[in-house]
């Protein structure tokens, strides 16, 4: 697409014959605008207003308006612009997408590493207190956050493209926690002994291979 053609792509049949006449009779009101003025427009047309609009807004005439953005190539721009994004779009969203799942797995070892704590004080001591006492909301996060790192890795789809809805994990002190829905958590104990931990790295292994 030539210039001419993006000009004409950004404007309506109307605007087009307004364009003509502005220019046909010597450009009224050009020496009255400044650089300030034209930088308003620009930012205003490229956050998606029309001619119409940045007129209203600035108690300009849209004609003028019109004529600065043909003379400038806004239009190109936008359209060069755009064409920038789209290009990179997919590449911002991995990199998204890598950080997410590193910010999930460093709190899911934070949250992991609680928990392994309390169940080690209460398998060591039998204080029924420390069950008590333990803070329910981080077995409920650390769920979650499992749950959350299952689906960015697509480690945790099922057929229908869901998460399938219990999660076990497996503490070092031989506990394990399920969870059933939203809701619900299972505590249990257990001989076998398991870690969080030595899940993520398989899953970082799995990455890198």
């Known amino acids: 697409m030539n210039d001419i053609e993006a000009v004409s792509a950004d404007l309506t ?3 087009q014959k307004s364009l003509a006449e502005f220019k046909a009779n010597g450009l009224p009101g050009l020496v009255r605008i400044d650089e300030s003025d034209i930088a308003q427009w620009f930012n ?11 007129a209203q807004i600035t108690k300009k005439k849209k004609d003028l308006i019109v004529y600065i953005s043909e003379r400038s190539k806004w239009h190109k ?18 990199a998204v997408k890598i950080k ?22 209460y398998i060591q ?3 029924k207190k420390i069950m008590k006492d ?13 749950e959350t790192l299952n689906k960015l890795s697509e480690g945790g789809a099922k057929s ?8 076990n994990i ?12 939203e809701d619900g958590v299972e505590i249990t104990t257990k001989t076998e002994n398991g870690d969080i931990l030595s899940l993520l790295a398989n899953y970082k292994k799995s990455k890198e291979t």
């Open 13 to 15: 049949p109307e605007e």
């Open 44 to 54: 205003l047309y490229m956050s998606g207003k029309t001619y119409g609009e940045i």
């Open 77 to 94: 721009n936008r359209l060069d612009y755009f064409n920038d994004l789209a290009m990179h779009i997919v590449e911002k969203n991995q």
């Open 100 to 121: 997410s799942i590193n910010a999930l797995v460093t709190a899911t070892s934070a949250l992991s590493d609680y928990v392994s704590d309390e169940m080690n004080k």
């Open 125 to 127: 001591l039998k204080d």
């Open 134 to 146: 333990m803070d329910t909301k981080a077995f409920a996060n650390l769920i979650k956050a499992v």
């Open 160 to 167: 229908d493209g869901g998460i399938a809805p219990n999660v």
């Open 170 to 181: 497996n503490l070092s002190a031989g506990a394990s926690v399920k969870s059933h829905g």
